[in-house]
């Protein structure tokens, strides 16, 4: 079975733990950041862990990754979200990737801050996967090889304004913001034998109660072996960096059709992102004051389950 990890506070120090029926057994030695931890830590040595616990309740959650970490993420990699953000899936035959700020990273608990001028706040669930060493040069990686590059698991909530993201054409910006990027709560450690599993997680996102994402990692189009060859020949990577693989259908966001946008590029600058403005006016699943975003990832089979996302939409205090 796969190993859970929970990167937490208790009596004033940041440390790891090992989880086991919401009991954490503490990791020895100190680890200062995500990339440390996963240098130095083996899921079959945690296993073995023995000694004094701590109830889960008593301890406060932080981010199993840290901000000196890498926030690498795939977009559009689900063919329904491909489509409902208006590509054609068989016409679009490259990986799109960009980057999150790590100081949008937050634990799996926090609030989610609206700022102020942002309209229409979106949410989006997703795979995160965890690097085990550093990446320096073209690599080749395989099915075969990938529990060589990739440490573990965990949950992400790509959290975007549409209304920066979109009209200025600004992905860094638009799903930077400070809490944009929750994560967690646990780390799953994984085995040789639990990569395939990844290809076959089931990812639920709910707001307010109501599912408004529901799919399978079966479902990814460009997989995490290739994504990483691919991002191997372009950057370097570091153990402990992050991966977003990307999030199924059902966000907020409503982009028309090829054609529709083929329409709206004849348009003049202003009107075309005023008809923009106007139809995302009328999508009621823009996230709310209030609204509580609820995101689980798990098996079928409940080996690996990485436990669950809750983050409640507040205002920016100015």
Same mark, same amino acid.
């Given at each position: ?49 023995? *000694? ?25 990699? %689900? ?6 953000? *208006?590509?054609?899936?068989?016409? &679009? ?16 608990? $926090?609030?989610? /801050? ?20 550093? =990446? +320096?040069?073209?690599? @080749? =990686? ?13 949950? /992400?909530?790509?959290? $975007? ?13 638009? &799903? $930077? ?8 709560? %646990? ?5 040789? !034998?639990? =990569? ?9 996102? @709910? ?19 290739? @994504? ?43 009107? &075309? ?9 009328? !999508? ?10 609820? $995101? ?15 983050? +409640? ?6």
């Amino acid at each position: 079975m796969a190993l859970h990890v929970l990167h937490y506070r208790y009596d004033g120090r940041a440390r790891w733990g090992v989880v086991r029926n919401r009991r954490i057994t503490p990791v020895p030695g100190e680890f200062g950041t995500t990339g440390e931890f996963v240098r130095a830590c083996r899921p079959g040595e945690l296993a073995a862990l023995t *000694g004094a616990t701590i109830a889960e309740s008593e301890v406060e959650w932080l981010s199993p990754i840290t901000h000196n970490q890498q926030f690498v993420c795939q977009g559009a990699n %689900y063919r329904q979200h491909m489509i409902e953000s *208006g590509m054609d899936p068989d016409a &679009k035959g490259f990986n799109m990737l960009f980057t999150k700020a790590p100081g949008c990273i937050v634990p799996a608990n $926090s609030d989610l /801050v609206r700022p102020g001028h942002v309209r229409f706040l979106d949410y989006e669930i997703e795979l995160g996967l965890v690097i085990r060493r550093d =990446i +320096r040069d073209r690599e @080749t =990686i395989t099915e075969r090889n990938l529990h060589e590059y990739v440490a573990g698991a965990v949950i /992400v909530n790509d959290y $975007s304004a549409r209304d920066i993201q979109i009209p200025q054409m600004q992905f860094y910006k638009g &799903k $930077s913001y400070r809490t944009f990027g929750p994560v967690g709560p %646990y780390l799953c450690l994984l085995e040789p !034998r639990d =990569i395939a599993q990844l290809r076959d997680l089931q990812l639920t996102l @709910t707001v307010n109660g109501e599912v408004r994402q529901r799919d399978s990692t079966a479902n990814l189009v460009h997989g995490p072996a290739e @994504t990483l060859t691919e991002i191997s020949g372009v950057h370097d990577l570091h153990a402990g960096d992050l991966l977003a693989t990307g999030t199924p259908s059902g966000c907020a966001l409503s982009i028309p059709s090829p054609a529709k946008q083929r329409f709206a590029a004849l348009l003049p600058e202003h009107m &075309k992102w005023r008809l923009f403005t106007k139809v995302q006016a009328g !999508r009621s699943q823009y996230l709310k004051t209030g609204d509580i975003v609820e $995101s689980r990832i798990a098996s079928r089979d409940g080996t690996i389950d990485l436990g669950v996302q809750r983050n +409640r939409v507040v205002d920016e205090v100015v």
